[in-house]
């Protein structure tokens, strides 16, 4: 008895591909590959076309295209790296600017703080010339380095010498004011005022005991051993 022929149809890439069905599978060909079929060879190259034309729509790029692409992303680079350092210049600028404030600042300070130090030493400096003649002359001590204990010794010797007149004047000398310099002019160098001024003649003074005899006391001690210093 024969086998009852089937026929089936078999739609392969929009192929219609007809198969001989006889109790055994479609695409079987006893033990045959699909390409020794034609049937199953065209559907095969079917599909091998099908692939083609999606591989053929990813289109490659071209050279131009290849080089625009690197183009690009050098032109990121470059801008990435602009600005960083637009950012880390402007960071240096407002820097500099915080450290320009800083040292107006400070310049600032550092000069009220000079002008104060300089107005107090003005004033500090002004205060030892004022009052008696014997108060300028205690208030000058500190200049010398010397103890008020020896304003004593100089309290003798002044006294003894001019009792601390400005215009004393020798008459059997030229020596002259409260320190009796001999001759007078020699004040001279302190002020041109040396005739009138007590403030000239004690500086004048105070340095010749200091470059003489060291002190007050040693100088009033000369002095009471040699009737003069």
Not at 157 to 163: F, P, V
Request: with cysteine.
């Amino acid at each position: 008895m024969k086998a009852k022929r089937s026929f089936a149809a078999l739609a392969v890439g929009g192929v219609a591909v007809v198969s001989v069905v006889a109790g055994v599978d479609m695409f079987s060909n006893n033990g045959n590959g699909v390409a020794s079929d034609p049937v199953s060879g065209r559907a095969q190259m079917a599909v091998n076309s099908q692939r083609a034309k999606e591989a053929a729509a990813i289109k490659k790029p071209t050279a131009e295209e290849q080089a625009q692409a690197v183009i690009k992303l050098r032109n990121q680079v470059e801008a990435v790296a602009a600005a960083r350092k637009q950012a880390q210049d402007q960071a240096a600028l407002a820097r500099k600017a915080r450290n320009a404030a800083v040292a107006r600042y400070t310049a600032l300070g550092k000069a009220a703080a000079e002008s104060r130090s300089e107005r107090a030493s003005r004033d500090a400096e002004r205060k030892k010339y004022e009052g008696t003649p014997k108060e300028v002359a205690r208030n000058l001590f500190a200049d010398h380095g010397w103890d008020l204990d020896q304003f004593d010794c100089l309290n003798k010797l002044w006294t003894k010498e001019s009792r601390w007149l400005v215009d004393a004047d020798n008459p059997t000398s030229s020596a002259y004011g409260i320190p009796q310099a001999l001759p007078g002019r020699r004040m001279a160098e302190y002020g041109s005022d040396w005739r009138t001024n007590p403030i000239t003649q004690i500086k004048w003074g105070l340095d010749y005991i200091q470059d003489r005899y060291g002190s007050p006391c040693e100088a009033w001690a000369h002095s009471q051993a040699k009737n003069w210093y």
